[in-house]
């Protein structure tokens, strides 16, 4: 038997015949960008969230980029980010000319250690972005504390964490501004590249819907200098169908979540996920560490048990940012 690290047939067939359906009235109409299927889709994600806006983007770097902009992070800024984290996030701190500033993370939640922040804030920092790795969310009240006192703009990384809780509210409803991905291997997923932003704020709102479609949005008028940066309808109808699911599927990721943890407690040197009190996660991946990580992912393999590293190329050893200067073990 052969255990995929990634299978998406049970979510895809669940909402296939009606994708189908509305795909043909798609090209019946000839409407693939912008419109009704995305408003619809914006609207419901915005309620599920929790938040009073929701702005579909192309995908989840571009996602991360509005956010900034419209935070008004700009050329020279410093944000703090996770040492730990798809390059994505740095990435997105990097195109608009910023300088990402790695804070470590903990061991335990694997997400960045907001004791350590402060000793990062410098008169150039302008933001903190939060990412909710693999599925567990930060702890966004001492983040957000943290921010107030030093009049930032926090943004959520929400890419892997679709439908978790922190302290009963979702993420992608605490920060000013927030940006997800729903690449299809996410928990809620597209048929291709997609994000969104999510915020409260009606300026940050209106600002994102400006900067995604080519800094315009009066057609031809351009306000700004800005991105091709929309969600396609063919990636709304897909969103808006799977959207209603997204709940019973992470409820099933948690079970299988809890079993592994009963299984494999006490275990060699394995460390397993941890989740806080007061947290609910959406058990985007499930994350073990051990000092035989080789041995281990042979054995498994031998079983027909795919696995990944995430990520085996931290983001300070990157050739890319390699004119950051930190040396190995860092972080």
Not at 23 to 39: A, I, Q, R, W
Not at 66 to 81: H, K, S, T, Y
Not at 193 to 201: F, H, K, L, P, S
Not at 252 to 270: H, P
């Amino acid at each position: 038997m052969k255990i995929p690290f990634v299978s998406l047939a049970h979510q895809t067939g669940v909402i296939k015949m009606a994708y189908q359906s509305r795909l043909e009235e798609l090209l019946n109409k000839s409407d693939f960008v912008m419109g009704p299927c995305l408003s619809t889709f914006e609207q419901n994600y915005a309620s599920y969230t929790g938040v009073q806006y929701c702005v579909g983007m192309s995908n989840g770097l571009d996602a991360l980029k509005v956010a900034l902009r419209v935070a008004g992070v700009g050329v020279g800024d410093e944000v703090i980010v996770p040492a730990h984290t798809f390059i994505a996030t740095w990435l997105a701190v990097s195109e608009i000319g910023a300088i990402p500033v790695p804070v470590d993370c903990q061991l335990k939640t694997r997400n960045i250690d907001e004791t350590l922040i402060e000793q990062k804030i410098s008169n150039k920092t302008k933001a903190i972005i939060a990412v909710h790795l693999y599925g567990l969310p930060c702890h966004m009240k001492y983040i957000l504390d943290i921010a107030s006192e030093h009049q930032l703009i926090v943004i959520e990384d929400n890419a892997q964490t679709q439908g978790a809780k922190y302290k009963g509210s979702m993420t992608g409803s605490f920060g000013h501004i927030n940006a997800t991905s729903f690449y299809p291997s996410k928990n809620l997923g597209a048929a291709g590249d997609a994000g969104a932003i999510t915020t409260n704020v009606e300026q940050y709102y209106n600002h994102a819907l400006l900067l995604r479609n080519y800094g315009s949005i009066r057609k031809y008028y351009h306000e700004e200098v800005g991105y091709n940066a929309r969600m396609d309808n063919l990636q709304a109808d897909f969103l808006d169908l799977k959207l209603p699911h997204l709940d019973t599927w992470n409820a099933e990721r948690t079970s299988i979540a809890n079993t592994y943890v009963k299984a494999l407690s006490g275990i060699g040197d394995l460390t397993l996920p941890f989740t806080p009190s007061g947290y609910e996660p959406a058990f985007h991946l499930f994350v073990v560490t051990t000092k035989f990580r080789t041995k281990l992912q042979q054995y498994l393999r031998q079983g027909g048990i795919e696995t990944l590293i995430h990520y085996p190329v931290p983001n300070h050893l990157q050739e890319a940012y390699r004119n950051l200067g930190y040396a190995k073990r860092r972080f």
